[in-house]
Structure formats: structure tokens, C-alpha cells
């Protein structure tokens, strides 16, 4: 059988801007630039014959197309994904390296995230540091601060501490780069996170 499809590039471009109706975040999860990802999506759209987006000053909206086309090619890669995981497990296997604050490490347990087997597949090594520009340089991949911000570009997602309690609410901030806030490996560590909270009301 012979498939008709567009480039692969062309689709994963048109699927990450989608998601995030933005260009730049969805160069910042790809890797490229802004004006990269525009091109691909022309590149796609000629290809195709159909818009996919309208672009509006405010930002990008997808056309009824688009939304149609959206969730099928985002299953696509997810199962592009697992099948190559079910082979070659090590190819998704990258590691992070998470920038831990002082304060933060006070109220987690110790030796975290050491402390369990569950996250040695997504954590390669620890570095105690506040500094958020490390994020931004690649030089670590997350970092956990209790409290903090602001954080300008970067994602943030919040979690009660361990130390929080109802009259003093304490949140840990996890920072990454948008284009990491959904990877497996950032799943995996809030999800320890929140079970740290929870273990500890």
C-alpha cells in the first residue's frame, strides 16, 4: 500500500502550535524558531489545500478543520510513541536534570527524589539552585522552588507543599520550559510532588 501523507515535520509543527495556538511556544517545545513552525504549517496548509488556523492579531484560532484534525494527529504520534517505547525503550528515555532550591529540599524527604525507584527513569541528577535563567539556558530542565516568581515565559505549575497547612499555605513551583510541562517525565515528578502533600496535610 502506498500512503499519501504530508512530511512528518509539516505534521508535527502544525500538532505541538495547535495545542498551544502559538508559534513560539510550539518552537520552544520543537526546538526551533517561531518563523520554523510558521513555515512548516504553510508548508502543510498548501500541501493540503485547507487552512488550519486562522491568524489573528491576538493570536492563532484553528478553523473547523483544524480542530477536526487535531485530536486524530495527536493520536498518531501517541501511538508512534508507544510503539517505538514497546521496542526501544531507551530512544524516550531521557533523564532531567531538576534545579532543587534549599527550601524546597527542606520539606520534601530526604535524598528526594532519590528517595524512591519510581523516578530514577526521569531524573538524572540534582543541582541545589534558585537561579531560574538556568531553565531558560538548558542547563537544567526543571527547577522546584517553594514559593518565587515571576517567571515570564516559562510554565509554572503549583503544589501544596509538604509544610502547608491551612493557615499557612505553602505552594512548591515547578518551572520548565511550556514545551516540557506535559512530557512524561514532568508528569511523573509532580505527581511525586502531590503525593508528598498529601502524605503530609
Known amino acids: ?17 495547535a495545542r498551544h495556538l502559538s508559534f513560539k511556544t510550539a518552537a520552544s517545545e520543537l526546538g526551533v524558531t517561531a518563523g520554523a513552525v510558521s513555515q512548516q504549517v504553510k508548508k502543510l496548509e ?10 489573528l492579531a491576538q493570536g492563532l484560532l484553528l478553523t473547523a478543520e483544524g480542530e ?3 485530536p486524530r494527529i495527536t493520536r498518531v504520534f501517541e501511538d508512534l510513541t ?26 520534601l524527604p530526604a535524598n528526594w527524589p532519590n528517595h524512591c525507584d519510581r523516578l530514577r527513569p526521569y531524573v538524572r541528577d540534582v543541582v541545589q539552585t534558585t537561579d ?6 538548558n542547563e537544567i530542565d526543571c527547577l522546584i522552588r517553594l514559593g518565587g516568581g515571576p517567571y515570564g515565559d516559562l510554565a509554572l505549575v503549583t503544589v501544596p507543599s509538604p509544610a502547608s497547612t491551612a493557615k499557612h499555605p505553602k ?9 516540557l510541562a506535559d512530557c512524561r517525565q514532568s508528569k511523573a515528578i509532580l505527581e511525586d510532588l502531590e503525593e508528598q502533600a498529601g502524605a503530609n496535610p
Open 1 to 17: 500500500m502506498t500512503y499519501r501523507l504530508p512530511s512528518l515535520n509539516t505534521l508535527r509543527a502544525f500538532e505541538a502550535a
Open 46 to 55: 498548501a500541501s493540503l489545500g485547507v487552512a488550519l488556523f486562522r491568524r
Open 68 to 70: 477536526a484534525y487535531l
Open 82 to 107: 508507544d510503539a517505538t517505547e514497546a521496542i526501544a525503550p531507551n530512544m524516550n528515555g531521557k533523564k532531567f536534570n531538576v534545579g532543587l532550591c534549599s527550601k524546597a529540599q527542606a520539606v
Open 132 to 137: 531560574v535563567e538556568l531553565v531558560r539556558t
Open 171 to 179: 505552594a512548591l513551583h515547578f518551572v520548565c520550559k511550556p514545551g
